[in-house]
């Protein structure tokens, strides 16, 4: 019991930087929800639920697009499949004995950062070191969406609009550095912006929404940029490990 108590306070010590950056882009989010239509507690709600800035945005412009609930899963489908592999890669961090039971709760709060600081720790890892990562980071990103649909209530519209761009900053910043450091992610990013300009531009398209295009355009480009360039993680790791330096001398 003291072991767990303990795993659940370093997880909310980790925690709290997660949960400040949280705030204020789900804050910037929450004026996107406010557009869309949602109250404060229908965004805080939205938040709650829902773990993932691309995800929720995705969510919000379906919203505003009028769009049937299929389209809605779809797209939300699209945008957070990638946590289904960060809770696979998680799940091989958990003793054999791990409940089935600690082991979904923790698939429901597994976002970028919590799973990176997770994916981290040394040895098996504690499924409350995960609970209180969650009870700190998790209901911050809810208030800052809820906060922000009341910001947008009350803001005039201009400020409102400056502060939607926030939102956009965030999504350059995830892209920029990736791109930078690898040029098949910067060349499938330049096509994406290409692709998707040129296929606004085609009347064939004008029937489906925006959130349809994007989403069935994520899926045929990120295929395509799999199939072409796949990702040689073994070879990789074998080459990570052969250049390492013998570091045994030292720790004997």
Known sequence: MNRDKNAFINGIRDGIPIALGYFSVAF?????????????????????????????????????????????AFVILVTN????????????????KTSQLHRFLVGFGVTDEIFGISIGRTGALNPYYNYGAMAIALPSWAAGTGIGVVAGN???????????????????????????????????????????????????FDHMSDSMKISLLTVIIAGVAAYLFPAKDEEEGEECIADAPDTTKEVR
Not at 49 to 71: D, K, Q, R
Not at 183 to 202: M, W
């Open 28 to 72: 910037s989010l929450g004026i996107v929800a406010k557009k869309a239509g949602l109250n404060p507690f229908q965004g805080f709600l939205s938040s709650l639920l829902n773990h993932a800035s691309a995800g929720e945005y995705a969510e919000f412009t379906v919203i505003m697009a009028n769009a049937p609930y299929l389209e809605m």
């Open 81 to 96: 499949i990638r946590y289904m592999l960060m809770s696979c890669a998680l799940s091989q961090k958990f003793s054999p």
């Open 154 to 204: 009350i803001l005039p519209a201009s400020a409102v609009s400056a502060l939607s761009v926030a939102l956009y900053g965030m999504f350059i910043a995830i892209i920029i550095p990736a791109s930078k450091a690898n040029r098949v992610v910067g060349g499938v990013v330049a096509a994406s912006f290409l692709i998707s300009f040129t296929v606004s531009k085609i009347p064939l």
